[in-house]
Structures are given as structure tokens and as C-alpha cells.
């Protein structure tokens, strides 16, 4: 996969249009990656703000995985896993994110802001942990 960047607002239409993006780009399917992008985007719309300028990068890992990264200006917002009770209509994105991600983090910059970064492994290594774990994707 060549790396791959956009530059966009946060808004709740780039969302699903930044997924097509990057399924056109990866020219796959690559479901896992593109629910890392749209939830990344989704908590800078949820907590720096709608409208706010977002960068999405996307590159190869040394082991042949993707690393995603969102970064934002906003120095709020900094990513926490928490459980969402089974009321709640939100709270679950990093938790999706945990599940499919073999490590995700964030790190400050650029300027006051910041960058959520998620590395999902190979998609060999996706299919053997989803066994692993008694699922299956096809």
C-alpha cells in the first residue's frame, strides 16, 4: 500500500466519505481499517468540534500492517477507553478501536493539538487473532 494522506474539516459527511476514500485507495476490502478511520474522525467531530481541520495519514508498518493516523489542533479531546454502559448511545469508538488494533496511542502535536495513531497488523495476523478469538471475517 502506497501512504496515503487527506487533509479535511471534520464533518459528520466526511465520515463515510473518507471510508470510501481510503477502500478506493487500498483497492481491498479492509473493513477493519476503514471502521479506525471513521472512529478516529468521528471522536475529532465528538470532542474538538465539528468543523474542525483533521489530517488522516495512512502508512505501512515495518511487519506489512497499517498505521492510521488522525491528527487534530484541538489540545481537548484526548482519547480515553472507557466501557459504555448499555444505555449509553456513545463511548464505544475506542473500544471498537482497541478490538481491531493491535496498539493505538496518542501523542502530542502538531502545534497544541494532537495525533491518534492505531496499527493494525497484517491481514494474515487480523484472520488468525479473529480465530483465535472464535470469530471468523470473510
Same mark, same amino acid.
Given at each position: 500500500?502506497?501512504?496515503?494522506?487527506?487533509?479535511?474539516?471534520? $464533518?459528520?459527511?466526511?465520515? =463515510?466519505?473518507?471510508?470510501?476514500?481510503?477502500?478506493? @485507495?487500498?483497492?481491498? +476490502?479492509?473493513?477493519?481499517?476503514? $471502521?479506525?478511520?471513521?472512529?478516529?474522525?468521528?471522536?475529532?467531530?465528538? @470532542?474538538?468540534?465539528? !468543523?474542525? +481541520?483533521?489530517?488522516? &495519514?495512512? &502508512?505501512? &508498518? *515495518? /511487519? !506489512? !500492517?497499517?498505521?492510521?493516523?488522525?491528527? /487534530?489542533?484541538?489540545?481537548?479531546?484526548?482519547? %480515553?477507553?472507557?466501557?459504555?454502559?448499555?444505555?449509553?448511545?456513545?463511548?464505544?469508538?475506542?473500544?471498537?478501536? /482497541?478490538?481491531?488494533?493491535?496498539?493505538?496511542? %496518542?501523542? *502530542?502535536?502538531?502545534?497544541?493539538?494532537?495525533?491518534?495513531?492505531?496499527? $493494525?497488523?497484517?491481514?494474515? /495476523?487480523?484472520?488468525?487473532?479473529?480465530?483465535?478469538?472464535? @470469530? =471468523? @471475517?470473510?
Amino acid at each position: 500500500m502506497k501512504p496515503f494522506r487527506a487533509e479535511l474539516l471534520a $464533518l459528520p459527511k466526511e465520515v =463515510s466519505a473518507l471510508r470510501r476514500a481510503v477502500r478506493a @485507495h487500498v483497492g481491498a +476490502p479492509c473493513d477493519d481499517l476503514q $471502521l479506525c478511520v471513521g472512529e478516529l474522525l468521528a471522536n475529532v467531530i465528538a @470532542h474538538v468540534g465539528e !468543523g474542525a +481541520p483533521a489530517t488522516l &495519514t495512512l &502508512t505501512r &508498518t *515495518a /511487519d !506489512g !500492517g497499517t498505521r492510521v493516523e488522525v491528527g /487534530d489542533p484541538g489540545p481537548r479531546g484526548w482519547p %480515553v477507553l472507557r466501557r459504555a454502559a448499555g444505555g449509553d448511545e456513545g463511548g464505544r469508538g475506542l473500544a471498537l478501536l /482497541d478490538a481491531v488494533a493491535g496498539r493505538w496511542g %496518542v501523542r *502530542a502535536g502538531p502545534g497544541a493539538g494532537k495525533t491518534v495513531w492505531a496499527e $493494525l497488523p497484517p491481514p494474515l /495476523d487480523r484472520g488468525a487473532r479473529a480465530l483465535d478469538a472464535g @470469530h =471468523s @471475517h470473510q
